[in-house]
């Protein structure tokens, strides 16, 4: 169960997805109209981009979240580039640093969340994603960093959240 609604778009021949095991139904795009559209003007916007997979998420107010987690489905390659479109009730938007621990401080018994509290605040960002915004996220973002929406009393109204990407296919 998701602690959010979601829809998954993509384009034919793709391998399916997988996350959190979770297999969502793949819709053509063919089935959403104005979500292709949104997907040209973003390629617009990004020259350069290939997006050709879509996950809708919905948050219907503030107890729907996301937690901590990167995007590291090898599906999407080692530098997978993020395209996120947000539409409705602004939700803040977390970026923190992963640690990076050597092989002798692996053997540390501590839960990983005691780490972070550790960590200074540099290693960790907030940005409020309003109505319309545009997020991108590029190069090791997913590798270094992990990110999160989480749950906001005071978010009282729906958010649409439309999270563009590229699947490699087998022939890529």
Wanted: proline share 6%.
């Amino acid at each position: 169960m998701q602690p959010r609604d979601t829809c998954y778009v993509a384009s034919a021949g793709l391998p399916d997805l997988i996350y959190s095991g979770y297999q969502p139904h793949a819709y053509s795009w063919d089935d959403f109209p104005p979500l292709k559209d949104i997907l040209d003007t973003v390629h617009k916007m990004l020259p350069g981009s290939r997006f050709n997979s879509l996950l809708l998420n919905r948050y219907k107010g503030g107890n729907d979240y996301v937690g901590w987690h990167a995007d590291g489905e090898k599906l999407y390659g080692s530098t997978p580039e993020i395209a996120s479109v947000s539409f409705g009730c602004e939700r803040e938007f977390f970026l923190k640093k992963k640690c990076h621990k050597s092989s002798q401080e692996r053997s540390d018994e501590k839960p990983p969340l005691k780490r972070f509290k550790k960590r200074s605040h540099v290693d960790q960002h907030c940005f409020t994603l309003k109505h319309g915004s545009l997020l991108v996220m590029r190069g090791y973002t997913q590798r270094d960093w992990l990110h999160s929406v989480p749950k906001r009393a005071k978010a009282e109204t729906t958010r649409i959240n439309l999270t563009f990407r590229l699947v490699l296919g087998c022939q890529e």
